[in-house]
């Protein structure tokens, strides 16, 4: 396990790359997108949950990573573990969730990636807001668009990056042990102006609203094209380029998944560098019950291979990683590293190859 971070250890972006102490910064990680919840669940007193959190971050740094990816929402209304569970309001337990994350992730030496919403459904998201506000559901661009969301959004962004954790004494906005904050996890422009301006207005204000109160990176959390975003131009607007790859999720032939995905992550290092923006690869994953085990691991050496060969890209998130105590059907891309075993067992699907990339990029850069 690494050491603690120093107290001015920020990530930096530096011309069209990440340091660290001034030196170049390049990492392999993963998403544990569940630690606020499993957190909260944690504060809660629920039985099972206490020690989740530092249980998928030890054996994350255990193996060499640097990173990991998760979420610094949860907008159910209905669920206990929720961060915003009404509009202008906190729940102390959703809180609590982040803080043990980013004490953990500081006892473990690690940095997180913390998204602020999702797009989607799933923990509320924005059609939770939309409710929230009267509005369909159904209409997600209007989250981009009206003043009252956008304001509902920036104010409790500005709330959470200002809360000091007790467990840190470090107001979240503060602690070097957040890499970077993503706007929305995968915002997509459907529905709105097909050339992307809608889209990179909002992200140019929540971008500011975050810059307001936050020492750390901010980044999309886009995946990388679609109707009504302009990666490039929304790349210009923050610090972090963002990219994710699911060829079978966006129906891409299964046979062409790996030819098409070095080249996804080509072209978007190609368009990274001409913005000067470092890239980061914040998921990717092909589903376990597609293609067979070691098709999967020899595609993944691809994709990997070829981030590691362009400098753009800062970094790699895998999709997903999980604590022992789940089945093993949890998520349709989930790996782990189960207890009493070695990395390279086949149970463990890509705890071996995780461990050799995150050796090899951080080789490529010199950061401590």
Known sequence: MSGLPQPDAFVRAVDGGLQLGGRPFRFMGTNCYFLQEEGARQALGWEGYAGRVDEA???AAALGMQVVRAWAFHDDPENPAALQPAPGRTNPAGLAGVDLALRAAREHGLRLILSLINYWPDYGGVAQYLRWHGLPATEPQRFFTEPALRAHFG????????????????????DP????????????????????????????????RVRA???????TGEEGSGPGTDFERNSLLVDLASIHLYPENWAWPREHAEADGVAWIERHAEAAARSQRPLVLGEFGLRNDGLALEA?????SSWIETALARPAVAGACSWSFSTDDRPDGWDAFGWTWRDGTQPADACNRYADLHRDWSRRFAATGSAP
């Not at 957040?178 to 204000?205: H, K, Q, S, T, Y």
């Not at 999967?296 to 993944?300: D, G, K, L, N």
């Open 57 to 59: 971050l030890a054996k």
């Open 155 to 174: 104010d409790h962004v500005q709330g959470l990056l200002e809360r000091v954790n007790p467990l840190t004494g470090l107001a979240w906005g503060c």
């Open 177 to 208: 042990c957040v890499l970077a904050w993503e706007l929305m996890n995968e915002p997509r422009g459907a529905g709105l102006d097909p050339n992307g301006e809608a889209m990179a207005d909002w992200v140019a204000e929540m971008a500011g």
């Open 213 to 219: 109160s936050a020492s750390q990176l901010v980044a």
């Open 296 to 300: 999967r691991r020899r595609i993944y």
